[in-house]
């Protein structure tokens, strides 16, 4: 039989022309659909690539084959990587040693400007943005911005008033599991963080955190007015009120308004 017919392939841009037998040009192309191909502007010197692994479930697309694996594990619900000291599964080695952070109360990444320690990177860079006061997530129906997605996933319930976890003993929905899991404290007077120093127990783990400042002494949230500082953001915006002259709790009754709830709550039971 005779040599295969070429087949011609021009690069454009340049004054020469390749010339590939057939099959070796069809290898070629079977050759790239899997393989992460660089291509170069040889005008701006810029490169760019190419994703070739796709997953055929959901479409995702990755630029590594080894990746694309792991993905598929999502979809298959395999997870190799377990834990040895509480028996949960992951489905790739890295997030097993960051999950096992947990366990050792490892903190490799701490903030250079207050010295707060954090399990994973991505929490130390969500709290940098308090330092700068960078806010780059926004709700597109109200303007609010927020330091990271999760907070403004978050957020977005209030507006669509989705509350997708109820309590099973007294039927009160809830928009986020841990406000779930807070609430069925009530039902169970569980108080399961206690203070060291104190005795004085809490439902919240975050409430305990508050707590210890009392006897730190450490005040983190500043009045930007007058300089006065508080060991919570709840008691910065309680402060606020102060300077603004706002209030904004008002009695449905006679239109009298507060600055503070439990003024209005005060003059609700003697009204």
Not at 180 to 209: A, R, V, W, Y
């Amino acid at each position: 039989m005779g040599n295969p017919a070429p087949s011609v392939r021009q690069n454009k841009g340049h004054p020469f022309t390749i010339t590939i037998p057939l099959k070796e040009s069809q290898e070629l192309n079977e050759k790239e659909d899997n393989v992460q191909h660089e291509k170069c502007n040889f005008m701006t010197g810029e490169k760019s690539f190419r994703n070739y692994f796709t997953c055929q479930q959901c479409g995702k697309r990755f630029t590594r084959k080894e990746n694309l694996e792991v993905h598929m594990r999502i979809h298959a619900g395999e997870k190799p990587f377990t834990c040895q000291q509480c028996g949960k599964s992951f489905i790739n080695n890295p997030n097993l040693k960051i999950h096992l952070r947990i366990h050792s109360e490892e903190k490799p990444y701490t903030c250079s400007q207050c010295g707060k320690s954090f399990k994973h990177k991505h929490y130390l860079d969500d709290h940098k943005r308090i330092h700068t006061g960078e806010k780059p997530f926004t709700c597109k129906l109200c303007g609010k911005s927020f330091i990271n997605k999760s907070k403004l996933k978050s957020h977005i319930k209030i507006h669509s008033g989705e509350k997708p976890y109820t309590c099973s003993q007294c039927g009160k929905s809830f928009t986020h599991k841990q406000c779930l899991n807070d609430h069925m404290q009530i039902h169970t007077g569980e108080k399961p963080f206690t203070c060291q120093q104190c005795g004085k127990s809490f439902t919240k783990k975050g409430t305990l955190k508050v707590h210890m400042r009392v006897h730190t002494g450490d005040k983190p949230f500043t009045c930007k007015l007058c300089g006065k500082r508080f060991i919570s953001k709840s008691n910065l915006k309680y402060h606020m009120i102060s300077h603004s002259g706002e209030k904004p709790y008002t009695c449905s009754q006679c239109g009298k308004s507060f600055k503070h709830k439990q003024h209005l709550d005060i003059y609700l039971v003697n009204y």
